[in-house]
C-alpha cells in the first residue's frame, strides 16, 4: 500500500478521481483534522467540515486543508474505499496510509488560520433572470443488451431526438455572457457524473436545494430509482461566464474570456466507457440563443 509521511502540521491535500469509471467513497479517520477549501473549479464560499466518508465521481475534485499540529509522532491513518459499487474482480480496498513523522530540525510554518468565507460569488439564479437565460433539458440514457451490459448510451436533447454522436456530430449550446437553466433527466439505472469544458455550475435536486456554495465542473446526475424519463434528478445553473466575473465586485466581463470561444468544447460523462459510448456532445459557446 502505497503511503504518505507528513510532519504534524497542517498539510492541504488534493483529492483527484483519476479512475476511468470506480466511483470512490473514501473513509477518512482524520476528517474531524479537516476543512474542505475547494472543490472543481477553485474555493469553496464558506469552508466546511470534511464528512467521514468522502465520495468522489470520476473527474471530481476536492481540497483539504488538516491540521495534524496535535497528532502524535508514529500515529498513521489508512484510507479506505468504502466500495461504493460492487466489483467484478479481487479489489483492494485500501487506498493509502498517512503516517506522521517527527518534525524537520528546521523552523516549520505557523498555523494557518482559515478565512471563514474564501470567496464571494454573485447569485447565478438572480443572474439567470438578469441575462434572460436559455432553459434546457438533457436526458442521459442507456440500451443494455441481453445480459443487461451498457449496449449504447446517448443524450437526448430537449425536443427528444436522440443526438447521435458517434462522431460527435451532435452539439449542446451555451450563450456566452449568460447564466442558463439545465434540468438533467437519467431513467437510466447508474448515475453518471456529467462533465462540461469551459465552463461551470452550481446544482442541486431541485431548485430550492441548488449548492451555492462553490462552482463545479462535474455534477453527479443521479439516477430516478423507477427508470422515469419525466423525473428531473439534477438542476443546474450552468454559467457561461469566465470564472472571475462570477466574484462579487469583478470588474471582469461577462463575455471576455480571454481568448475568442469560437471552436467547439465537449460536455459529456466522464465515466470513460459511457463517454467512448456515444455519451458525449459537441458544446458550443454561441453569441446568440441557440437551441440544441
Not at 474564501?118 to 445480459?147: A, F, P, Q, W
Not at 475568442?260 to 463517454?275: D, G, L, N, R
Amino acid at each position: 500500500m502505497p503511503y504518505l509521511e507528513v510532519e504534524p502540521r497542517q498539510v492541504r491535500f488534493r483529492f483527484a478521481n483519476v479512475a476511468n469509471a470506480r466511483v470512490y467513497t473514501f473513509a477518512l479517520p482524520f476528517a474531524p483534522k479537516c476543512q474542505v477549501i475547494a472543490t472543481d473549479s477553485g474555493f469553496v464560499h464558506i469552508p466546511y467540515e470534511v464528512p467521514a466518508n468522502l465520495t468522489i465521481f470520476p473527474l471530481e475534485r476536492f481540497e483539504l486543508v488538516c491540521d495534524f499540529s496535535s497528532t502524535e509522532v508514529g500515529t498513521t491513518f489508512e484510507i479506505v474505499d468504502q466500495s461504493y459499487q460492487e466489483s467484478m474482480y479481487p479489489y483492494e480496498p485500501r487506498v493509502m496510509q498517512i503516517r506522521v513523522k517527527a518534525a524537520h530540525a528546521c523552523q516549520g510554518p505557523e498555523l494557518v488560520t482559515i478565512p471563514s468565507t474564501l470567496v464571494e460569488y454573485k447569485d447565478l439564479r438572480s443572474l439567470y433572470e438578469e441575462t434572460k437565460g436559455m432553459t434546457r433539458s438533457i436526458t442521459l440514457m442507456e440500451m443494455d443488451d441481453m445480459n443487461d451490459c451498457p449496449l449504447h448510451l446517448h443524450l437526448d436533447n430537449q425536443f427528444g431526438h436522440e443526438m447521435n454522436i458517434s462522431t460527435i456530430k451532435a452539439t449542446l449550446h451555451g450563450t456566452r455572457g449568460k447564466v442558463e437553466k439545465w434540468y438533467f433527466h437519467n431513467p437510466s439505472p447508474d448515475p453518471h457524473p456529467f462533465h462540461w469544458h469551459v465552463v461551470n455550475a452550481q446544482c442541486g435536486p431541485s431548485d430550492d436545494d441548488i449548492n451555492t456554495n462553490a462552482m463545479k465542473d462535474t455534477v453527479p446526475i443521479p439516477a430516478d430509482p423507477d427508470q422515469n424519463a419525466t423525473v428531473v434528478t439534477q438542476v443546474c445553473y450552468v454559467v457561461c461566464t469566465p470564472n472571475e466575473y462570477l466574484v462579487v465586485d469583478s470588474n471582469r466581463a461577462a463575455t471576455d474570456f480571454g481568448f475568442t470561444p469560437k471552436q467547439p468544447y465537449v460536455a459529456h460523462c466522464h465515466i470513460m466507457e459511457h463517454e467512448e459510448n456515444a455519451m458525449m456532445a459537441w458544446f458550443y459557446l454561441t453569441d446568440t440563443d441557440v437551441e440544441n
